[in-house]
């Protein structure tokens, strides 16, 4: 059974080329991968392999992880392992449109660009923005919300710096909350007027792990309980490393808990 399409695949490389089932069920699962790794849910990673190989006819059996995926099927089995975790819900968003193609226009053309909506740019003001506008919402007052937007846009620039390299999201999690409770100390150090603790806060919500809690109570409700408390247990861990990333700062200024 083989299909003619013409994409881009998950490795974003121009061809045209004849996809076996094979092909499919090796697509399917760099698809599931991707998802993953952009902050999906287990169980939409699960569901979107089932989906597309029962569209061309492959029975699969799939096993995920936040770590890893085993999915066997068309007589053989494959492992794909998931690095880093960066949510990205505009390639979740690209990764949905391709599965969705993929099962409902099995027979026909189908193009899927690596075109981003949002840049590595673009980053800067909307995070800029986002740290600036919880740094008011909790009661910072306009200089400490450019201060917290300010910091906010240096530990993005720092977490931009880590996407490249192996480094544990705990350990990204501490070194960039360290760097935002010092960094918010500064000013007084200067003589200025601000509220640290606004600053803080508003800068370290980019940081707070709020999809993954999302994620990983859908994939408990789901039925997905080893995949649900490893996403809850990774939850947590990121919450102690922000945590004592900020008390490590506040214990450096003197400042108290």
């Not at 490795?11 to 996809?19: A, C, E, N």
């Not at 200025?192 to 806060?201: A, E, T, Y």
């Amino acid at each position: 059974m083989i299909k003619h399409f013409k994409t881009i695949t998950i490795l974003y490389t121009d061809v045209v080329k004849f996809m076996t089932n094979d092909e499919i069920f090796s697509l399917s699962l760099d698809i599931g991968r991707e998802i993953i790794k952009s902050g999906g849910e287990i169980h939409r990673a699960k569901d979107t392999i089932y989906r597309i190989n029962k569209a061309y006819g492959n029975n699969v059996a799939v096993f995920a992880l936040p770590s890893i995926i085993l999915a066997q099927g068309c007589g053989r089995m494959e492992i794909r392992q998931i690095e880093r975790e960066v949510t990205d819900l505009t390639e979740l968003e690209r990764l949905n449109a391709l599965s969705r193609k993929l099962c409902s226009k099995p027979l026909e053309e189908i193009q899927i660009t690596k075109n981003s909506l949002y840049s590595k740019v673009f980053q800067i003001p909307a995070v800029f923005v986002a740290t600036f506008s919880f740094c008011l919402f909790f009661g910072g007052g306009i200089v400490d919300a450019i201060l917290s937007g300010i910091i906010g846009i240096i530990i993005t620039l720092l977490n931009i710096s880590y996407s490249d390299k192996s480094l544990p999201l705990f350990s990204t999690n501490l070194i960039e909350s360290f760097v935002a409770g010092c960094l918010a100390h500064l000013p007084v150090l200067f003589g200025l007027s601000v509220m640290p603790d606004k600053i803080i806060i508003g800068t370290i919500m980019v940081l707070v792990p709020g999809l993954t809690i999302v994620s990983a109570m859908r994939d408990l409700m789901n039925g997905n309980l080893v995949a649900g408390f490893i996403e809850l247990i990774n939850s947590v861990m990121s919450a102690l490393s922000i945590a004592l990333g900020i008390a490590g700062a506040l214990f450096a200024f003197g400042g108290k808990f």
